[in-house]
């Protein structure tokens, strides 16, 4: 069964305090992994795609990569505003196109 | 006005009752989804439609029925509600031309609850 997990579940970060959210997945025929955020209240809101371990993506202060078993993405000196769930989700073979998420990290960046 | 917009955004309601959750797009994709969020697990796909004219199941469609009225419109209809239905509902869409990149448009969900 194809699965992705995220963690932490929650995550406090001073402002300025790098860290990293990981997605771990154990599918059959990866096709690409997709990270999206979250804000509360909000519909998730498409960040990157992620085709082949060894890939990066960047967008301001974050940056996404992928390995064959795993993809973080990295928070670079976090500002209050980057304060959202953010969702990963993976496309496998023979899925119809279909994207399976995974529950999310809740960042919260404090002032 | 939102590209994706569902109707309404909250409702509450008891158990044994029809619901219908609406969803109009103008963003002129031809893929729409919906989707259903609960604490801990995620979203899950309910039903997906690539046309008019396809209706597909999603990975927990039981319970759950689908309309598409036009490119635009993409209904969702709870026929008897039950309390574990009780989620917040997204709908999507996406383009054909666009879908290798995973990218869908959400709506800002709709919260139902069912007594």
């Known amino acids: 069964e194809d699965q992705v997990t995220q963690s932490p579940e929650a995550l406090r970060l001073q402002e300025g305090e790098s860290s990293s959210l990981n997605c771990s997945y154990t599918?059959?025929?990866?096709?690409?992994l997709f990270w999206y955020r979250q804000d509360p209240g909000k519909g998730p809101e498409f960040l990157f795609t992620?085709?082949?371990a060894g890939e990066e993506k960047e967008k301001e202060r974050l940056k996404a990569t992928l390995t064959k078993k795993e993809s973080f993405l990295h928070i670079t000196a976090p500002k209050p505003e980057d304060s959202a769930t953010y969702l990963c989700?993976?496309?496998?073979?023979?899925?119809?196109?279909?994207?399976?998420f995974g529950s999310g990290t809740q960042l919260t960046v404090l002032p | 006005d939102a590209d994706v917009t569902q109707t309404p955004r909250n409702r509450i309601t008891k158990t044994g009752k029809r619901i219908m959750l609406e969803c109009s797009q103008t963003?002129?994709?031809?893929?729409m989804y919906w989707y259903r969020q609960d604490p801990g697990l995620g979203l899950r796909l309910i039903y997906y439609?690539?046309?008019?004219?396809?209706?597909n199941k999603g990975e927990i469609s039981d319970g759950y029925s689908v309309s598409r009225q036009a490119q635009a419109k993409f209904s969702l209809s709870l026929e008897s509600a039950i309390p574990n239905q009780t989620a917040l509902y997204f709908c999507?869409?996406?383009?054909?031309?666009?879908?290798?990149?995973?990218?869908?448009?959400f709506g800002e969900g709709s919260r139902l609850t069912v007594l």
């Open positions: 992620l085709y082949s």
């Open positions: 439609s690539f046309d008019v004219k396809d209706i």
């Open positions: 989700a993976v496309r496998v073979s023979g899925s119809a196109r279909q994207l399976t």
């Open positions: 963003k002129g994709h031809d893929r």
């Open positions: 999507a869409t996406s383009d054909t031309g666009t879908s290798g990149t995973g990218e869908l448009f």
């Open positions: 599918v059959s025929g990866l096709r690409g």
